[in-house]
C-alpha cells in the first residue's frame, strides 16, 4: 500500500515541515508553476539547522526511509539533503531533510508515518493505530516545523 522510497543506509530522514490546508496549496501552486526545486527552495527556511533535527528526535518525526504513501510524490534530487513529498489528491506538502542514521534516533516506521501524514490531512480517515495525538482537531490546520 505504502511506496517503499530506497535510500541510503547510512542515513535517516527527519522532518522539516508539514503543511496542508491553505498552506500547502500555495506550496502545490508554486511546484505547478515554478517546479519542484523552488518549492524546496521556499520550504527550506522552516529548516532550523540543530535545533529542527533535536526537535525532531525529541518527537519521534525520525524515519529509515522518506515516508510516503500511493498518491504521493516524492522527489530527491542527487546531492541534495532535501526530499519532497506531495500529495495533490489530498492536498498536503511535506519537506525532510537527510540525517547521518546513528543508534541514538528513534525511527517512526514508514507505514505509520504515512498513516499520521494522512490522518494530518484527512482527520477524518485517520486509522484506529495512529496515537490520538497525531490524528488530534489540535494538530490540524497547523504548521509543523520541527
Request: overall charge negative; hydrophobic content about 35%; cysteine-free.
Amino acid at each position: 500500500m505504502f511506496y517503499t522510497h530506497p535510500n541510503s543506509p547510512a542515513s535517516r530522514w527527519i522532518s522539516v515541515t508539514f503543511l496542508q490546508g491553505d498552506e500547502a496549496e500555495e506550496v502545490l501552486a508554486m511546484i505547478d508553476r515554478d517546479g519542484v526545486t523552488a518549492a524546496i527552495e521556499h520550504l527550506r527556511h522552516w529548516d532550523y539547522g540543530e535545533e529542527t533535527t533535536d526537535a525532531a528526535l525529541e518527537n519521534g518525526y525520525v524515519y529509515d526511509r522518506i515516508p510516503a504513501g500511493s498518491t504521493d510524490r516524492t522527489i530527491e534530487s542527487d546531492g541534495s539533503t532535501y526530499a519532497l513529498t506531495y500529495s495533490t489528491t489530498f492536498g498536503y506538502v511535506s519537506l525532510l531533510r537527510r540525517h547521518p542514521a546513528d543508534s541514538e534516533s528513534e525511527l517512526v516506521p514508514a507505514s505509520r508515518a504515512s498513516a499520521i501524514q494522512t490522518s494530518r490531512a484527512h482527520p477524518d480517515v485517520a486509522e484506529t493505530w495512529v496515537a490520538k495525538r497525531d490524528r488530534s482537531a489540535h494538530h490540524a490546520g497547523h504548521r509543523v516545523a520541527l
